[in-house]
T-cell receptor
């Protein structure tokens, strides 16, 4: 069964460093998403991406964040200068689009900023 | 402001003891309601999508229903492996983003 994959599973970084989180969405899906979940809190939407551009973003997704689809299979989230409060689980998701709304999530990357 | 509220926050059941989880929503223009299961340290695993009031979906011991104000996830004769956090999320209006509730942490004791 096709699934969303994410790498790395864990990332530890120093405050102020750049991190790139990687995702491989399900192959025939058209919409891609990033969400985050701070420990003990709700899953929160960050950004959606379609046709090589951002289609929606939340207030959390400020200038420190960027997304890219560098090739036909990968989807990345970059945090330019990490802050302590960026520590969270980051989930990538994808959906087929058109009438298929269901989003399928990857296993997540646990980011710890020290 | 769109809101999704799940209750109870936590639920402990004995194996075989059926129960229901609630997801109430106050949103403008519900386009879809989704149930996910989340195990500790893992990503949400899709269970059901419901689009209109009166709709029901079933999968093994789980059954999801939808009214105009809330959704229920009914668990019949649960087993310890059903222990997880169950998340409810909604699509609203033309947005593709999901708005999640806080989840119900279910523990099924053998």
């Amino acid at each position: 069964e096709p699934e969303v994959t994410q790498t790395p599973s864990h990332q530890v970084t120093q405050m102020g460093q750049e991190v790139i989180l990687r995702c491989v969405p399900i192959s025939n899906h058209l919409y891609f998403y990033w969400y985050r979940q701070i420990l003990g809190q709700k899953v929160e939407f960050l950004v959606s991406f379609y046709n090589n551009e951002i289609s929606e973003k939340s207030e959390i997704f400020d200038d420190q964040f960027s997304v890219e689809r560098p090739d036909g299979s990968n989807f990345t989230l970059k945090i330019r200068s990490t802050k302590l409060e960026d520590s969270a689980m980051y989930f990538c998701a994808s959906s087929a689009g058109l009438a298929q709304e269901t989003q399928y999530f990857g296993p997540g990357t646990r980011l710890l900023v020290l | 402001e769109d809101q999704v509220t799940q209750s109870p926050e936590a639920l402990r059941l004995q194996e075989g003891e059926s129960s229901s989880l609630n997801c109430s929503y106050t949103v403008s223009g519900l386009r879809g309601l989704f149930w996910y299961r989340q195990d500790p340290g893992k990503g949400p695993e899709f269970l059901f999508t419901l689009y209109s009031a009166g709709e029901e979906k079933e999968k093994e011991r789980l059954k999801a229903t939808l009214t105009k104000k809330e959704s229920f996830l009914h668990i019949t004769a649960p087993k310890p492996e059903d222990s997880a956090t169950y998340l409810c999320a909604v699509h609203v209006g033309s947005a593709r983003q999901l708005t999640f509730g806080s989840g119900t942490q279910l523990t099924v004791l053998p």
